[in-house]
């Protein structure tokens, strides 16, 4: 969607603007872009594994979670988290306040809210609950049930 | 009988408030209809034009006496005095008001009852076999297992969004009451040849436009590792299932396109990266709690000299609705909620307390509901049936249908859904009117009529003996038939019988595939027994003679 266009950089953990680019471009450019230092953004339809065994000259990931109710974020996070070990920050941007709890339990490190949500309580939505009932990629705060 | 700890209780609440405050963003325009919905959905809550109806899980079927009460005053408090008992262990209400909504669940979590997941595109209500722990030759009662895998997918953090909705059933028992290979994945309890009990799993069956059989996915599958089995198949799912297109939505449309052995390829390159990982595997210290919550509370009893009484009217609803339980001294009895002219499944709050005090008085307190919309009594003592039928006849409440024809199960059909294309509670009307002689009844024995109003096929016609399919012709009803459908023994989609029949010759078509049927019978040979003998052509040549 047009809104994800528009974000053309983003701050990292140190507060640092990092250049996204788009998982096409990416692929198209992967050797120039390699030594820039840039951060990806990969869509739901994106096949996320191909960036797999380039993880040392991304900066970081941004997933795109515009889509309220197309949840193939939560496994591409999942799978770059716990399963392939990427080790810099999976930002899920776009995001809604509805999902954080979702995310963050799937591997998303930090999220850029729509502005459609902002002075809402995010407390309420990222921590409804005091308990879980499965493995997952962060249950930080939650008493584990299983 | 298994119960919610105070931590589950606690979980139902925090979902309730959550709910609430989402509720009251939206009535406040800070949420919008398309977000609302998909949030809403996974509570339950459908919302029509002029009304909105709960869907609250029934999980495994099984519900104590309290649990009914509760769904009895929910009726009465929130809905018109009405619950409806579906053919996968729910049961809705069909009018209830919005802002009365978060205290209804509220109501309904004291009795551990909840609506999370009865709808959407995620993980919905498992279901097992209603006569779980009960029959001969089970290999396991299912519902421990239910209930630890209902537990993992419950707001799974990565599987909460899928491209369709998700229906799992579990089987242990010899015969199929769940219907598991129609559902997006069943599971059948199984042992293996060195005796360890594991699953097989299938995937890709469900009914509508495209009715498909579940493939075996995999033909054992240990218990400890069930769980990170279907987190792979759900992945695959969640990563390649068609999200582009309304009517492809299911995994049923993914199995189909790359083949059932690329599915399970793909699944089983997924699970060798976790299926090791020990925090994956099924509890087995809670599995064992679970299994002495679920166990059954009697013991055998030997009633010596008991002597059956001796009434015709008795005689029939028992032969009909009366089954053998495997502990010594115990029956299973089977009500029958089906009303000449009622929609089937539909239950009076007046009736869902005095099932609730019945239950208590001869059942343990324990009730099961079944996808024939029936509620089963589990613990009957044999020497106490005849006086529980009394009270039922008292009730009217003793329908001797059961298994028999006149137990149709039937959807809303036009008079309800604004999606039908036709009928369906008035053609199961006068089909139980047209067979309304109890000899006949008998003498045909058990044969299912199932009638949806359009292709969704909420009331699985495929899979029925006799199967009807509302459409429209020229702006008329008309109903596509369809034979020897089946679920119990094996999985069979039916056969479609030719050009379909308008509403006013419908019941006769019925009549004449039943006479067809009960020509060619041999000894007992059930209704699909006969067609896979004599074929389809001799129904044929009758109905469009
Ligand atoms: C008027 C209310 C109802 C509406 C609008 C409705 C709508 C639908 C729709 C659209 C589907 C197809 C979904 C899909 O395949 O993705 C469906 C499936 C289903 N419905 Fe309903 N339904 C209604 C009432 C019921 C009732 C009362 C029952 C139970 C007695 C029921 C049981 C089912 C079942 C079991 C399926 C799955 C069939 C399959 O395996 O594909 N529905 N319903
Ligand atoms: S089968 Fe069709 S008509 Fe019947 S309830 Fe389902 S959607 Fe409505």
């Known amino acids: 969607m047009s809104e994800i266009l528009q974000i053309e950089s983003i701050l990292n953990k140190e507060y640092e603007s990092v250049d996204l680019v788009s998982f096409q471009e990416w692929l198209e450019n992967i050797d120039k872009l390699s030594n820039l230092s840039v951060g990806v953004i990969i869509g739901p339809s994106d096949d996320v594994s191909l960036i797999k065994g380039h993880f040392d000259f991304i900066e970081l990931i941004a997933l795109d979670f515009n889509n309220f109710d197309d949840g193939r974020g939560y496994s591409q996070a999942y799978l770059l988290s716990k399963r392939w070990q990427f080790s810099g920050e999976i930002i899920g941007i776009n995001a809604h306040l509805d999902q954080l709890q979702f995310m963050i339990r799937s591997g998303v490190t930090s999220y850029i809210l729509l502005d459609s949500y902002i002075g809402l309580n995010e407390e309420d939505y990222a921590n409804g609950f005091s308990i879980c009932y499965q493995e997952a990629v962060n249950n930080s705060g939650l008493q584990q049930k299983y | ?545």
């Open chain 2, 1 to 545: 009988m298994y119960q919610y700890n105070a931590e589950d209780s606690n979980f139902l609440v925090e979902r309730v408030d959550q709910f609430e405050k989402q509720l009251k963003r939206h009535l406040a325009g800070e949420l919008d209809d398309a977000k609302f919905r998909s949030l809403r959905l996974r509570n339950g809550l459908y919302m029509e034009l002029h009304a909105h109806m709960l869907r609250v899980a029934i999980p495994y079927g099984t519900l104590s006496s309290p649990q009914l009460r509760s769904l009895a005053n929910v009726a009465d408090k929130y809905d018109r005095g009405f619950g409806h008992f579906t053919t996968r262990q729910n049961i809705q209400f069909n009018w209830i008001e919005l802002p009365e909504i978060a205290n209804l669940l509220r109501e309904l979590s004291d009795e551990g009852l909840h609506a999370i997941q009865t709808s959407g595109k995620a993980t919905r209500n498992i279901t097992a076999d209603p006569l779980s722990g009960l029959t001969e030759g089970e290999i396991e009662d299912a519902r421990p297992y239910c209930e630890l895998i209902r537990r993992w997918f419950n707001l799974h953090p990565e599987f909460s969004w899928l491209p369709g909705k998700f229906k799992i059933a579990i089987n242990g028992a010899k015969l199929d009451e769940t219907a598991l290979r129609i559902h997006d994945l069943g599971l059948r309890l199984v042992r293996n040849s060195k005796g360890q009990l594991g699953f097989s799993v299938f995937v890709g069956g469900g009914l509508g436009a495209a009715a498909m059989i579940a493939a075996e996915t995999a033909s054992f599958i240990e218990v400890e590792d069930i769980l990170s089995y279907l987190e792979s198949t759900m992945r695959i799912y969640n990563l390649k299932g068609r999200r582009d297109h309304q009517k492809k939505l299911r995994i049923k449309f993914l199995v189909r396109e790359l083949g059932a052995e690329e599915f399970s390829r793909l699944v089983d390159e997924d699970w060798q990266q976790t299926k090791n990982d020990s925090k994956l595997k099924l509890n087995l210290v809670e599995l064992e709690q679970l299994k002495k919550d679920f166990s059954l509370p009697i013991k055998p009893i030997d009633l010596g000299g008991f002597e059956e009484k001796v009434d015709f009217n008795y005689s029939i609803w028992k032969n009909n609705n009366v089954r053998s339980h495997k502990v010594d001294g115990f029956s299973i009895v089977n009500i029958s909620l089906t009303k000449l002219g009622a929609a089937p499944g539909d239950a009076t709050s007046e009736q869902m307390r005095i099932l609730a005090d019945l239950s208590e008085k001869y059942s343990a307190g324990e009730l099961r509901t079944t996808k024939r919309q029936t509620i089963v009594f589990p613990y009957v003592r044999k020497d106490q049936v005849f006086n529980l039928w009394q009270s039922l006849e008292k009730y009217d409440l003793a329908i001797p249908h059961q298994g028999t024809l006149a137990q149709i199960v039937a959807c809303p059909g036009r008079d309800y859904c604004d999606l039908a294309k036709a009928v369906s509670i008035p053609i199961a009307t006068r089909v139980q009117e047209r067979f309304n002689d109890m000899k006949k009844l008998l003498d045909i024995g058990n044969l299912n009529i199932n009638i949806s109003g359009c292709e969704n096929s909420c009331a699985h016609h495929h899979v029925a003996d006799i199967g009807l399919l509302g459409m429209q012709k020229n702006g008329e009803e008309y109903y596509q038939i369809t034979l020897a459908g089946e679920t119990l023994y094996e999985t069979v989609i039916g056969k479609k019988l030719g050009p379909s029949v308008s509403g006013e010759n419908i019941v006769d078509a019925v009549e004449t595939v039943v006479n067809v049927y009960l020509e060619h019978r041999q000894n007992q040979e059930r209704f699909t027994e006969v067609f896979k003998r004599i074929g389809i052509t001799p129904f044929k040549e009758k109905v469009y003679e």
